[in-house]
């Protein structure tokens, strides 16, 4: 089970902390955990993945703004969300893939950048 936490509304410049909590998955039991966004009319965007073994990866629209991080110990997926933008409001999802190619979500949480 994967659910999210820390939506909400921050104004442009601002930043947010979303969190994933993470049951029934070790970091041993999936390829890559991740973070997804989707806003109305929109496809799906990854937006940071973090492989079983470290290795990140960003979607170039927040490359330098966000950073994913993992405690493993705590079972929690972490998206620091810095200069946040209008164009990062969406539904923020965290995800998981195992390694027989099974994918995991979380119910989402809403990011809302306005003035």
């Known amino acids: 089970q994967l659910v999210e936490s820390g939506g909400g509304l921050v104004q442009p410049g601002g930043s947010l902390r979303l969190s994933c909590a993470v049951s029934g998955f070790t970091s041993a039991d999936y390829y890559a955990i991740g973070w997804f966004r989707q806003a109305p009319g929109k496809e799906r965007e990854r937006v940071a993945t973090?492989?079983?073994?470290?290795?990140?990866n960003y979607g170039d629209r927040v490359k330098g703004r966000f950073a994913i991080s993992r405690d493993n110990a705590r079972r929690t997926l972490t998206l620091q969300m810095n200069s946040l933008e209008p164009g990062d409001s969406a539904v923020y999802y965290c995800?998981?893939?195992?390694?027989?190619?099974?994918?995991?979500w979380g119910q989402g949480t809403q990011v809302t950048v306005s003035s």
């Open positions: 973090i492989t079983s073994g470290g290795i990140t």
């Open positions: 995800a998981l893939i195992d390694y027989r190619g099974r994918d995991y």
